[in-house]
């Protein structure tokens, strides 16, 4: 009989976790066998996201692995991948008063005004991605669309040249795994990031090598310019680098795709966002309520923590089901229906506290113009499969694969 | 009680007010589908007032601060005309032009007004105000626009500090004047209080502690030339704000045979007012700054809360129990008071009530930094926590406070201090 939780990783679940989650929150706080404290009710998330007994440098230590026998790997290549990896610990997986200075240098390079200008740019990427379409009858909207767009897009705001972009897509599938518990620690794994952070890595230190002799107009230039002392150091530079790509490649990708995935369910609303295209932000604040990129994130608890009528203790890993929190009966009226016109959306899409998503308000302006182009410019859209087939992660939670059927692009 | 066991179909709200609004909207979202009145004795609809004593005054915006209300909860407003009277008997609303609104049920939301100056020939004087309206917030804006040449506060509330506070960032001269030895101290506690002083000073606000007005003299006009302080000393200013606290308004239940004093309009956990004998007066519910209620989180003591949170909560509790069919149905209004200010570019938020705290440790940053948390004792329960600067871990205070945690609560983690040192208060009570 396997837990709740493991339940909640298992990939049979993946397309429709809600009623796990349903029986999760009977109780706020759930303690798995394992020593795991699972949170599934919104109010004890949003306690938790604002606690200073919480921390998020969780990642588990990598400097244990098993002899392979062979002399030079168990002594030298592994052991100095693992201290190069150690190093880069990105700024989500860090504690104040670190996690400050590293968010504060990437909230001023990802300044309001940067934002606002890949208005333009994100409208015409879209455009083309659909008119690449014409002619066709079946498309896979991952594919030709949810993916290539919000990664040229991230890939342009940090300075990353295009003809790199194919590069990223294993490099950050792979690193993603670094948020889901139940692939971070498997030996493999871990082996496997730590290869792929020593590639990674390489490539952006000569791109940032490159942004200081000829500093052009995106974040990389701008994390990378500075003197000594206002500087950040090599390794934080880097880790905040992969991990604005790797954010930006596994998250918006699941809006966009979940969005589309979503109205084709209650189609009146996709037709109504083809004829109110300004309902879009208040649509896709219910979609990041429903139907969220990111369904939980994982924090340490560094004392015991009274809430809820028990105790999480000292040292226990914790789970915080945003997704979960969001579909809170106790929060949200009706909490399973999808309904675009939800008042007094609190949702935890883009998680709270401290680290709130940075990229909250690129996140917005990718899918209001992605999903209100589509629903404009596919004629007839139809799912081919429902559900669709899911990708591993149950954090980072998302079709693989959205094959449509369409009877053409419209002008829109 | 027959009266009150059957569901409502005509509901008066005196109070054009945050409470009043609030209660409203409670009503029409719990199903309340009868005839809904609300009175209020200025002409506008309820509006939001932390802004008037900031950003109005700053004219970062108008003093437009209507508060957002949806369009289809059906009010039908009496504006403009203050309620007169209540009569029990009958149940009607009596408004000062003579009206009669007839209730089944009635919220009093009446809240408060700014205490005027005691001397009324002084408080006349052209240049002598208060703080409490729209329209004071309006005017005073304007007087400010014109730069006199210094702003005198007198008082040591919240409403002193912000004003002299947007004084100072106009870079108008100011004085504030503080009878007692500490300002703020009957809110936040005398340290917290005495920090605050230090930061006004620093920001060249002229802080007098234990100053009083002995008279006021006037120009000709009849305008306000200057102050004699009781020690003799004397300022010059035509431009007085009058802070010395609120006075509720009650004198229109007079007759009513409700039980009120000056600590407003006495009701129980469910909001029902009381009559003069101490049972629920029947249909009449009160919420806002006039209530007087039993404190669940302090062992029932009364307190009267004049904070926005409260006055949002408690419309919102007084609602619920004016459409319950009887007493079991009710709910008790448990919400734990908490308030914000801005003042001299700093955020201040308290949560819990720090009247009788008698003591007081800072838990995470410090003074110095002018960034912590600080937390309130009371007979060795943890009563309440107010933040500088960094509210981010106030709400695991919040939740010790409402589990009755130990003083000083142990809470570790990130941002803690190695060491802390816990300070008696010495009559921290106003």
């Known amino acids: ?412 | 009680m027959s009266a009150d066991s059957s569901a409502p179909d005509r509901i008066v709200i005196v109070g054009a007010s945050l409470a009043g609004l609030s209660a409203a909207k409670t009503l029409r979202a719990e199903g309340y589908s009868g005839v809904l009145v609300l009175v209020g004795d200025e002409a506008h609809r309820p509006y939001d007032r932390p802004p008037l004593s900031k950003q109005v005054l700053r004219r970062d915006f108008g003093a437009e601060t209507t508060l957002p209300q949806p369009a289809d909860l059906d009010i039908v407003f009496r504006l403009g005309m203050a309620a007169a009277r209540l009569d029990r008997t009958e149940r009607a609303v009596i408004l000062a032009d003579g009206e009669r609104l007839p209730y089944d049920r009635c919220l009093v939301a009446t809240g408060t007004r700014a205490r005027p100056w005691p001397n009324p020939a002084e408080a006349a004087l052209d240049g002598v105000a208060t703080l409490r309206t729209r329209d004071d917030s309006e005017r005073l804006a304007q007087r400010l626009r014109d730069r006199p040449a210094r702003v005198v506060l007198v008082g040591g509330g919240f409403i002193s500090f912000e004003v002299a506070s947007v004084c100072r960032e106009l870079d108008i001269p100011v004085s504030v004047l503080v009878r007692d030895a500490v300002p703020l101290a009957g809110a936040v506690g005398a340290p917290l209080g005495g920090f605050m002083a230090e930061v006004a000073r620093g920001a060249g606000v002229d802080l007098r502690l234990g100053a009083s007005i002995a008279r006021m003299e006037a120009d000709p006009r009849g305008r306000l030339a200057a102050l004699v302080l009781e020690d003799g000393g004397r300022i010059e200013t035509d431009c007085l704000v009058v802070a010395i606290g609120a006075a509720r308004n009650i004198a229109w239940l007079d007759g009513a045979a409700l039980a009120t004093d000056r600590n407003g309009l006495r009701c129980d956990r469910f909001c029902r007012a009381l009559g003069a004998d101490g049972l629920p007066a029947g249909g009449i519910f009160a919420a806002g700054d006039v209530a007087h209620w039993p404190n669940p989180h302090d062992g029932d003591a009364l307190v009267a809360v004049e904070h926005w949170g409260n006055a949002v909560a408690q419309g919102r509790t007084a609602a619920r129990n004016m459409l319950a069919p009887g007493p079991d149905a009710m709910v008790a209004h448990d919400h734990l008071a908490d308030f914000w200010s801005q003042q001299f570019g700093l955020t201040i938020k308290l949560v819990g009530l720090t009247a009788g705290a008698d003591s007081f440790a800072v838990v995470r940053g410090s003074m110095a930094e002018r960034r912590f948390l600080a937390v309130f004792g009371k007979a060795g329960r943890t009563v309440a926590a107010a933040s500088v600067d960094s509210a981010r871990w106030l709400p695991a205070y919040r939740a010790a406070i409402l589990q009755g945690a130990p003083f000083p609560p142990l809470i570790g983690g990130l941002d803690a201090p190695r060491r802390i040192e816990t300070q008696v208060l010495e009559d921290a009570a106003r």
């Open chain 1, 1 to 412: 009989m396997s837990t709740l939780f493991e339940r909640i990783l298992d990939p049979a679940n993946r397309a429709d976790p809600y009623g796990l989650y349903a029986e999760l929150r009977r109780q706020p706080i759930c303690p798995q066998d394992d020593g795991t404290y699972v949170v599934g009710t919104h109010a004890e998330i949003d306690r938790l996201l604002h606690d200073p007994r919480i921390s998020s440098d969780d990642l588990p230590d990598p400097q244990h692995f098993r002899w392979t026998g062979h002399p030079i790997t168990d002594l030298i290549v592994r052991p100095v991948r693992a201290e190069i990896r150690k190093r880069h610990r990105p700024f989500i997986f860090r504690d104040p008063p670190d996690h400050e200075a590293l968010r504060g240098r990437v909230m001023r390079a990802f300044s309001v005004a940067r934002v606002r200008g890949m208005r333009a740019k994100t409208e015409r990427l879209t455009r083309e991605l659909i008119d690449k379409l014409a002619g066709k009858t079946r498309i896979d909207l991952v594919e030709e669309f949810s993916y290539p767009l919000p990664v040229t897009v991230i890939c342009h705001l940090l300075g990353v040249p295009p003809e790199d972009e194919a590069r990223f897509h294993g490099w950050a599938t792979q690193l993603a795994t670094a948020l889901e518990p139940n692939q971070r620690g498997d030996e493999a794994t871990q082996i496997k990031n730590e290869e792929t952070f020593a590639e990674i890595a390489d490539y952006i230190q000569d791109l940032v090598k490159a942004k200081r002799r000829e500093p052009e107009d995106d974040i990389l230039t701008d994390l990378a310019a500075g003197d000594d002392a206002e500087r950040m150091n090599d390794y934080d530079l880097i880790a905040t680098a992969v991990l604005l790509l790797v954010a930006g490649h596994e998250t918006t990708v699941n809006l966009i795709t979940n969005g589309m995935l979503t109205l084709l369910r209650f189609p009146e609303h996709l037709e109504r966002l083809r004829r109110e295209p300004e309902i879009a932000p208040r649509l896709i604040e219910e979609l990041l309520r429903y139907e969220p990129p990111v369904h939980y994130r994982t924090r340490l608890a560094l004392a015991d923590i009274p809430i809820a009528g028990t105790t999480i203790p000292e040292g226990a890993p914790v789970v915080l089901l945003l997704a979960s929190g969001n579909r809170d009966p106790s929060r949200f009226t009706d909490p399973d229906r999808f309904d675009p016109d939800r008042r007094d959306n609190c949702h935890l899409g883009f998680g709270g506290g401290l680290h709130y998503c940075v990229g909250a308000p690129l996140a917005r302006i990718e899918a209001e113009i992605a999903l209100v182009a589509l629903s404009r410019r596919l004629r007839e859209p139809r799912l081919l499969a429902d559900p669709p087939p899911y990708r591993q992660g149950a954090s980072l939670r998302g079709p693989s694969a959205l094959p449509l059927a369409i009877a053409g692009v419209g002008e829109g």
